[in-house]
């Protein structure tokens, strides 16, 4: 399974970004999908995460109600949506997929994922 992550830029504060993460490998392998971030000198926290099939979707509280995450089954693509973005968003987005059909307590945690994209930079400016 590789996971390539893109859409990142430099966004100014209040402004969006959507970005994405491709898919390549068996479908079958996928029981969960998630997004995490890493700011400088900072843990890779939680962004949110949702079960390939549909159903459990989790968000970190810090970004509840303004990030969304989707997905495309038939393009093995996964998305973001990013709004109403602060500078403490700043941070490389990683994606990730697990074998598991996790719950949504599970979701937050990076040991529960087997494979992980790149990471993408996002960047807002104050």
């Known amino acids: 399974v590789q996971l390539q992550a893109s859409g990142g830029g430099l966004v100014q504060a209040g402004g969006s970004l959507r970005v994405s993460c491709a898919a390549s490998?068996?479908?079958?392998?996928?029981?969960?999908m998630g997004w995490f971030r890493q700011a400088p000198g900072k843990e890779r926290e939680f962004v949110a995460a949702?079960?390939?099939?549909?159903?459990?979707?989790n968000y970190a509280d810090s970004v509840k109600g303004r990030f969304t995450i989707s997905r495309d089954n038939a393009k093995k693509t996964m998305y973001l949506q990013l709004n109403s973005l602060k500078p403490e968003d700043t941070a490389v987005y990683y994606c990730?997929?697990?074998?598991?059909?996790?719950?949504?307590?599970?979701?937050?945690?990076?040991?529960?994922?087997?494979?992980w994209g790149q990471g993408t930079q996002v960047t807002v400016s104050s």
């Open positions: 990730a997929t697990s074998s598991q059909r996790l719950i949504s307590t599970s979701m937050v945690h990076t040991s529960n994922y087997d494979y």
């Open positions: 490998g068996g479908t079958s392998s996928y029981g969960a």
């Open positions: 949702t079960r390939y099939g549909g159903g459990s979707v």
